[in-house]
């Protein structure tokens, strides 16, 4: 049995108790998340969430992207959230390596130039990767400047929320 057999049969078990099937779209805290999408994290539990409370956007190292974007718009205009959080997390895998040497990797072992993924968005240094992708959705044109954004690192030894302090223009930290 594949595993994905196991989690379709594990699914029938789900739903023979299911009991959200009258959860309104709009997420109900009005909260939209953009989270790595390692697998030692849970986002709802570990931030007190239930089903139906938040939106979750998850990418390899929770990027601001383009596509994490298309959706904090469609979340804030057409399904209402009004706050947006940022996780990335210690030991993330997108600190092992760099966007070129993965690119030259992938290119000689199947022999082909790809154009897409045009960037992996790889980094070296964790807090300033959050401070980077809190200002991609603070710049965007179409994102309310009364939005609060903040970003933060969960640590996945002790299962603990750190804020990311913004580093404003002119002042030390
Ligand atoms: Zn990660």
């Not at 595993?3 to 789900?14: G, H, I, P, S």
């Not at 739903?15 to 959860?23: P, S, V």
């Not at 109900?28 to 938040?54: H, N, Q, S, Y």
Request: include cysteine; glycine fraction near 6%; hydrophobic fraction near 45%.
């Amino acid at each position: 049995m594949s595993v994905t057999d196991e989690v379709v049969a594990a699914n029938r078990q789900y739903a023979a108790d299911f009991k959200l099937g009258n959860l309104a779209m709009p997420p109900a805290r009005k909260l939209a998340i953009v989270a790595c999408m390692d697998a030692r994290m849970t986002v709802e539990p570990m931030l007190g969430l239930k089903t139906g409370d938040a939106h979750i956007i998850r990418n390899a190292g929770g990027i601001v992207t383009e596509d994490a974007l298309r959706s904090l718009i469609i979340s804030h205009y057409l399904l209402g959230t009004q706050e947006f959080i940022v996780i990335n997390h210690t030991d993330c895998g997108m600190l092992t390596f760099k966007d070129e040497d993965l690119r030259s990797k992938l290119q000689s072992a199947t022999g082909t130039a790809a154009v897409a993924p045009a960037a992996f968005h790889a980094f070296s240094e964790l807090e300033q990767n959050v401070r980077e992708q809190i200002q991609k959705v603070r710049a965007h044109p179409w994102i309310p400047q009364n939005i609060p954004v903040r970003g933060f690192v969960y640590d996945v030894k002790t299962g603990r929320l750190n804020e990311v302090a913004e580093k404003r223009a002119g002042v030390a930290s």
